[in-house]
């Protein structure tokens, strides 16, 4: 038997399986909580090296390995936000990104609109980054406060409140649109 065989190993391509899966939304998902892209890629190949040597469940698609990933990729971004504000350059890396920033485009809707503009983005930034993280996993991610709990590791009921806190708290700022919008 060949040692170097070129031949992929089952797990090796339910693994790239996984990847193709996830891959994508989690991109999106860790470049909303970070609002830097710089860091999004490293933080995202991170979480799925973090998954190649530490998951221990069936090598498939499901509620628990998104549940993992997730709560993985939070955590190594919350830790690389961290790292990095210390250094001073996640400021400048956002300030970056708000300017290359672009309008909502014509055929958006109006709610798509109003959660992917700089009106908004602007907003978030008067949350904490707890109430941040959650709003962008319901609003983006439209996740369950379920699945929002198991992500964080907060409760289904403190993730219920801190939702509720922060989306009044976007409303307020951004003159009630929210509320008349239906959040």
Same mark, same amino acid.
């Given at each position: 038997?060949?040692? !170097?065989?070129?031949? +992929?190993?089952? =797990?090796?391509? %339910? !693994?790239?399986?996984?990847?193709?899966?996830?891959? @994508?939304?989690?991109?999106?998902?860790?470049?909303?909580?970070?609002?830097?892209?710089? !860091?999004?890629?490293?933080?995202?190949?991170?979480?799925?090296? #973090?998954?190649?040597?530490?998951? @221990?469940?069936?090598?498939?698609?499901?509620?628990?390995? &998104?549940?993992?990933?997730?709560?993985?990729?939070?955590?190594?971004?919350?830790?690389?936000?961290?790292?990095?504000?210390?250094?001073?350059?996640?400021?400048?890396?956002? /300030?970056?990104?708000?300017?290359?920033?672009?309008?909502?485009? /014509?055929?958006?809707? %109006?709610?798509?609109?109003?959660?992917?503009?700089? $009106?908004?983005?602007?907003?978030?930034?008067?949350?904490?980054? $707890?109430? @941040?993280?959650?709003?962008?996993? +319901?609003?983006?991610? =439209?996740? &369950?406060? +379920?699945?929002? %709990? %198991?992500?964080?590791?907060? &409760?289904?009921?403190?993730?219920?409140?801190?939702?509720?806190?922060?989306?009044? #708290?976007? /409303?307020?700022?951004?003159?009630?649109?929210? =509320?008349?919008?239906?959040?």
């Amino acid at each position: 038997m060949n040692l !170097f065989s070129k031949r +992929k190993r089952p =797990e090796q391509s %339910a !693994f790239e399986a996984l990847v193709a899966s996830y891959e @994508r939304k989690l991109l999106g998902y860790v470049s909303r909580l970070t609002g830097a892209s710089v !860091f999004v890629e490293d933080i995202v190949q991170e979480t799925f090296i #973090k998954l190649s040597q530490q998951w @221990r469940g069936a090598w498939e698609p499901s509620s628990q390995i &998104s549940a993992w990933l997730y709560k993985v990729a939070h955590n190594v971004a919350i830790d690389t936000l961290r790292r990095e504000s210390r250094r001073g350059e996640i400021n400048r890396s956002h /300030a970056q990104l708000l300017d290359e920033s672009e309008a909502p485009t /014509a055929g958006q809707g %109006a709610v798509e609109g109003l959660f992917d503009g700089q $009106r908004v983005r602007d907003a978030l930034e008067i949350l904490s980054s $707890r109430e @941040r993280n959650l709003v962008v996993l +319901k609003v983006y991610e =439209e996740k &369950s406060y +379920k699945e929002i %709990a %198991a992500i964080t590791g907060l &409760s289904v009921s403190n993730v219920g409140y801190i939702l509720h806190t922060a989306m009044r #708290k976007l /409303a307020n700022h951004l003159g009630g649109e929210g =509320e008349r919008n239906g959040n």
